[in-house]
């Protein structure tokens, strides 16, 4: 459904005169529908720029991305967002409405274009997926956005983009700076949402959520690929992970650090059970 053929990507130059920054070098990949994709890399690697990449908010120097086959340099922005939906690193950023309740309508308002449905109809459609979201995310509709705690107002942003029902969802560290029970209460939703066969691509600094959550990983170093495939060897790939100045997950860690019989850890499960089998008490 998406597709990178050799994009690069570099921002003006500031000062006049001086050479663009590359950003994104030559990268190329595909999602397919349902797909779990994480995307990692170190800080300033260029994951924030390759999700804007994604649904249009910047357009590739060269290459091309398409969506559904649709080059996202000759599709508006708004027709895109119908089915590529985007959460920002900074919830903030995103966040505009007086109340909760507005903000996930707002994220409603171009999603229903070219539906045919009358303005009652549109109306109830509305309010049906703006008080479903309230109650997925257990928030109170009548609250200003900006007086939630942080991990409210995640939840507050990413329920607004979850309302419009994306087939891609394309999630900027969607549990950064949240607590346990916040990080997990968004990523059952999102896990809920794959299920339901949405594809995800999420970049995150937190190995743990990667390897428990993601199929496949994309690692991206200094604005290149460096590496894609399967989570669950991607995570335990010290040279890769090197490279891209990152760590595998602690229970990796550990697990590679015992080396035999160890090989096949990702959790603190699959510890505990080859910890039993090693001490012979395993079933
Ligand atoms: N709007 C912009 N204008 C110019 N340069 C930018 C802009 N946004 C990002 N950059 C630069 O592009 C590079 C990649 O930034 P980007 O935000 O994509 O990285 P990132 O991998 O998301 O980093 P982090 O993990 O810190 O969020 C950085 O060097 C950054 O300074
Ligand atoms: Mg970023």
């Given at each position: 459904m998406l597709s990178f053929d050799h994009v690069s990507f570099s921002y003006p130059a500031?000062?006049?005169g001086a050479a663009p920054q590359?950003?994104?070098?030559d990268v190329s990949f595909e999602i397919s529908r349902g797909e779990f994709a994480a995307l990692i890399g170190e800080n300033g690697a260029g994951k924030s720029t390759l999700c804007r990449l994604c649904n249009g908010l910047l357009k590739p120097v060269s290459g091309k991305v398409t969506l559904d086959g649709r080059d996202t340099r000759s599709v508006k922005t708004s027709v895109l967002a119908r089915s590529v939906g985007y959460l920002f690193q900074n919830p903030d950023r995103q966040l505009c409405q007086n109340t909760v309740r507005e903000e996930i309508r707002f994220g409603l308002?171009?999603?229903?274009?070219?539906?045919?449905?009358s303005p009652a109809e549109l109306e109830g459609e509305k309010n049906r997926r703006c008080e479903e979201m309230l109650e997925l995310f257990g928030l109170?509709?009548?609250?200003?956005?900006?007086?939630?705690s942080r991990g409210e107002r995640q939840q507050c942003a990413l329920a607004s983009v979850l309302a419009r029902r994306p087939e891609l969802l394309v999630l900027d560290e969607p549990t950064t700076g949240l607590d346990y029970r916040e990080c997990m209460t968004i990523m059952d939703i999102i896990s809920g949402l794959h299920a339901e066969g949405a594809a995800i691509i999420m970049i995150s600094h937190d190995m743990e959520v990667v390897a428990d959550f993601a199929r496949r990983c994309l690692v991206l170093s200094r604005g290149r690929l460096i590496g894609d495939g399967p989570a669950k060897e991607v995570v335990r790939n010290k040279k890769l992970l090197d490279e891209a100045s990152l760590l595998p997950p602690q229970i990796v860690s550990l697990a590679l650090g015992l080396g035999r019989g160890f090989?096949?850890?990702?959790?603190i499960d699959d510890m505990v059970s080859a910890v039993e089998r090693a001490a012979g008490r395993g079933k």
């Amino acid at each position: 459904m998406l597709s990178f053929d050799h994009v690069s990507f570099s921002y003006p130059a500031y000062a006049a005169g001086a050479a663009p920054q590359g950003i994104i070098t030559d990268v190329s990949f595909e999602i397919s529908r349902g797909e779990f994709a994480a995307l990692i890399g170190e800080n300033g690697a260029g994951k924030s720029t390759l999700c804007r990449l994604c649904n249009g908010l910047l357009k590739p120097v060269s290459g091309k991305v398409t969506l559904d086959g649709r080059d996202t340099r000759s599709v508006k922005t708004s027709v895109l967002a119908r089915s590529v939906g985007y959460l920002f690193q900074n919830p903030d950023r995103q966040l505009c409405q007086n109340t909760v309740r507005e903000e996930i309508r707002f994220g409603l308002e171009y999603a229903f274009a070219g539906t045919g449905l009358s303005p009652a109809e549109l109306e109830g459609e509305k309010n049906r997926r703006c008080e479903e979201m309230l109650e997925l995310f257990g928030l109170d509709g009548n609250r200003d956005p900006f007086g939630l705690s942080r991990g409210e107002r995640q939840q507050c942003a990413l329920a607004s983009v979850l309302a419009r029902r994306p087939e891609l969802l394309v999630l900027d560290e969607p549990t950064t700076g949240l607590d346990y029970r916040e990080c997990m209460t968004i990523m059952d939703i999102i896990s809920g949402l794959h299920a339901e066969g949405a594809a995800i691509i999420m970049i995150s600094h937190d190995m743990e959520v990667v390897a428990d959550f993601a199929r496949r990983c994309l690692v991206l170093s200094r604005g290149r690929l460096i590496g894609d495939g399967p989570a669950k060897e991607v995570v335990r790939n010290k040279k890769l992970l090197d490279e891209a100045s990152l760590l595998p997950p602690q229970i990796v860690s550990l697990a590679l650090g015992l080396g035999r019989g160890f090989e096949e850890i990702f959790t603190i499960d699959d510890m505990v059970s080859a910890v039993e089998r090693a001490a012979g008490r395993g079933k």
